[in-house]
């Protein structure tokens, strides 16, 4: 998973792994239901998580927390 033919690219199975996270995060009842958090999430994930480093089992506590903290409308 961390070997990367060019900079800056996931692989696919990072990218399902990206997807994931991202599809379980904004299923849950606090995430806002519109599409620009949604949008800001996924801008989020890509922009936040290191490709060469990404793992996510690893990742997914740290983006839940981060998520809830700007996202949540408990």
């Not at 996270?21 to 949008?39: H, L, Q, Y």
């Not at 793992?55 to 408990?74: C, L, Q």
């Amino acid at each position: 998973m961390n070997s990367h033919p060019l900079n800056g690219a996931f692989q696919p199975e990072e990218l399902n792994s990206l997807q994931t996270i991202f599809d379980e995060i904004t299923s849950r009842p606090w995430f806002p239901k519109c599409p620009k958090a949604r949008n800001s999430f996924a801008k989020y994930l890509f922009e936040t998580l290191p490709e060469k480093t990404f793992n996510a089992e690893r990742h997914r506590s740290v983006v839940e927390a981060s998520v809830r903290m700007f996202y949540a409308v408990e």
